[in-house]
């Protein structure tokens, strides 16, 4: 269990890391959705760079020696372990439905899918929701918070680095012992989901003036609309953060 703690507790610590000692936002800088813009710039260009060293490179590579078939497997089998942490935080936010569709999924895939590799839910009608435990704090009525973006995993809000320190813990890996299994299957997760995102990142680098706004706005965009379940209301309070006065920016 200790070790499991750990494994959540990184995830919080970085919050605490980043967030602390600051400086003043400078005005032009001030955005009621990003205040601390100016420390999210540097950690959204060390992300790239980083991600145009090693992460992009190793996804290329993966996508060109992985048969598309394979590829596909793969993809369906790490969504079929997204759909069994979906359906426990659909459960939290008494979606039942929802919750049963998930679970209907898992069982479908892992059996006649041959342990998720063929999607064979979704050709027999079930959906799938993918809730996340950000969307499930967003549901109790927790404020997204400012705009946090993460080393090296990305866009975030405040609540949704909470959240993720909650999916890991659901995560059904997250129970495996052998840690080098562990990390072997996150860093499988992880270039396979960015060989996936290998041509929408070509779109944005095309289409973007500015490709920091360009993410950022997609993101908040984006968990607005889950958190809502595609109905967000016209006027959202949790966008209008301390616009008078925002907090210290790292």
């Known amino acids: 269990m200790g070790r499991w703690l750990d494994r959540a507790a990184t995830v919080l610590l970085t919050v605490s890391l980043f967030v602390g000692g600051c400086a003043s936002v400078p005005p032009e800088y001030r955005d009621p959705r990003d205040p601390w813009q100016p420390f999210n710039r540097a950690v959204f260009k060390f992300n790239t760079d980083f991600d145009n060293a090693f992460l992009k ?4 590579a993966y996508q060109f ?24 935080n659909n459960v939290l936010q ?3 439905s929802r919750a049963g569709s998930d679970v209907g999924r898992v069982f479908v895939n892992t059996t006649v899918g041959f342990v998720g590799f063929f999607d064979v839910a979704s050709n027999v009608g079930l959906p799938s929701y ?11 009525g927790f404020g997204a918070g400012p705009y946090f973006m993460l080393p090296i995993l990305g866009p975030s809000t405040v609540r949704d680095t909470f959240g993720l320190a909650g999916d890991i813990v659901l995560d059904p890996f997250f129970s495996l012992e052998e840690d080098e299994i562990y990390w072997g299957f996150v860093t499988l997760r992880v270039i396979d989901r960015r060989a996936g995102l290998l041509t929408a990142g070509e779109l944005v680098d095309e289409a ?15 968990r607005q609309n889950l958190v809502h379940d595609g109905n967000p209301p016209e006027s959202d309070e949790e966008d209008v953060i301390w616009e008078d006065s925002p907090p210290a920016a790292p």
């Open 94 to 96: 008494f979606k039942l």
């Open 57 to 60: 490179p190793a996804a290329q």
């Open 208 to 222: 973007a003036i500015d490709r920091y706004t360009f993410v950022r706005d997609a993101y908040l965009q984006r």
């Open 65 to 88: 020696i992985t048969p598309e078939r394979l590829d596909e497997g793969i993809t369906n089998f790490f969504n079929n372990i997204a759909d069994a942490t979906s359906a426990v």
């Open 130 to 140: 993918k809730e996340d435990f950000g969307q499930t704090l967003g549901y109790w």
